[in-house]
C-alpha cells in the first residue's frame, strides 16, 4: 500500500512560480502512473496534469498547458508540479495521485492512491 505525500504548497503572488512535490512512500513506485488534480473553492475536483513511466506519456489540462510541468524522479520516489505565472484562479488544494502505469492518465477514476492535499493560494 503506497502512502503520497504532498509538500511544496503555500501563498504566492500572482505572477511568481510554485514547486509542489508529492513523495511516495511504501509501494513501487517506478510502476505508477502519476498525476495532480486540484480544487478551486466552489468548483469541482479537476485535473491537471498526468506523467507515466516516461515523459513519452504526458497530459496536461488545457486550463495550464504552457504554465505547468509535471516531471518524476524514480530514485526519489517523487513527482512533481512546477507551476509557473500563478494566477488568483490557480489557488485550490492540490491532490497528488499515483495509478498503474505505464500511460497518462485522465480522471479521478483512473487513479488508485490519492494523497491529502496541499494548499495553494495565489495573492493578487
Known amino acids: 500500500q503506497a502512502q503520497l505525500v504532498e509538500s511544496g504548497g503555500g501563498a504566492v503572488q500572482a505572477g511568481g512560480s510554485l514547486k509542489l512535490s508529492c513523495e511516495v512512500k511504501g509501494g513501487t513506485f517506478y510502476t505508477y502512473t502519476m498525476g495532480w488534480f486540484r480544487r478551486s473553492p466552489g468548483k469541482e475536483r479537476e485535473f491537471v496534469a498526468s506523467?507515466?513511466?516516461?515523459?513519452?506519456?504526458?497530459k496536461y489540462a488545457d486550463s495550464v498547458k504552457g504554465r505547468c510541468t509535471i516531471s518524476r524522479d524514480n530514485n526519489k520516489s517523487t513527482s512533481y508540479l512546477t507551476m509557473t505565472n500563478l494566477e488568483v484562479e490557480n489557488s485550490a488544494i492540490y491532490y497528488c495521485?499515483?495509478?498503474?502505469?505505464?500511460?497518462?492518465?485522465?480522471?479521478?477514476?483512473?487513479?488508485?492512491?490519492w494523497g491529502e492535499g496541499t494548499q495553494v493560494t495565489v495573492c493578487s
Open positions: 506523467i507515466g513511466w516516461t515523459t513519452s506519456w504526458l
Open positions: 495521485v499515483g495509478g498503474a502505469g505505464p500511460a497518462a492518465r485522465l480522471t479521478e477514476g483512473e487513479y488508485i492512491y
